[in-house]
């Protein structure tokens, strides 16, 4: 089992910037981390992921540039830098863990209960 708790989301005017942070407990083997969103009547979509060694990270096109995500040793804790925040950038945020290798755009087993970020005009 990992439980994971994230914070730091808030409001902020666009042009603004804003940091996630994920804490990770429980089963200390996880494959990846990756960060999640999903906007009123959208879909969960992919934003970003990093390989458990920190050697490999992947963003989603729409982040690329402004979103940088790290972590501390083993991955105990996430984060998600994110600047130049537009509305677009407006969801609840999620953090996840796979325990099991599917890529880092694939298939996460563990999920934190969201953040909300909201980007005002």
């Known amino acids: 089992q990992v439980q994971l708790v994230e914070s730091g989301g808030g409001l902020v005017q666009a042009g603004g910037s804003l940091r996630l942070s994920c804490a990770a407990s429980g089963r200390t083997f996880r494959e990846a981390m990756g960060w999640f969103r999903q906007a009123p009547g959208k879909e969960r979509e992919f934003v970003a992921a990093?390989?458990?060694?920190?050697?490999?990270?992947v963003y989603a096109d729409s982040v690329k540039g402004r979103f940088t995500i790290s972590g501390n040793n083993a991955m105990n804790t996430v984060y998600l830098q994110m600047n130049t925040l537009t509305p677009e950038d407006t969801a609840v945020y999620y953090c996840?863990?796979?325990?099991?290798?599917?890529?880092?755009?694939?298939?996460?087993?563990?999920w934190g209960q969201g953040t909300q970020v909201t980007v005002s005009s």
């Open positions: 996840a863990a796979q325990i099991h290798s599917r890529g880092l755009r694939g298939t996460y087993d563990y």
């Open positions: 990093i390989h458990w060694s920190g050697s490999s990270k």
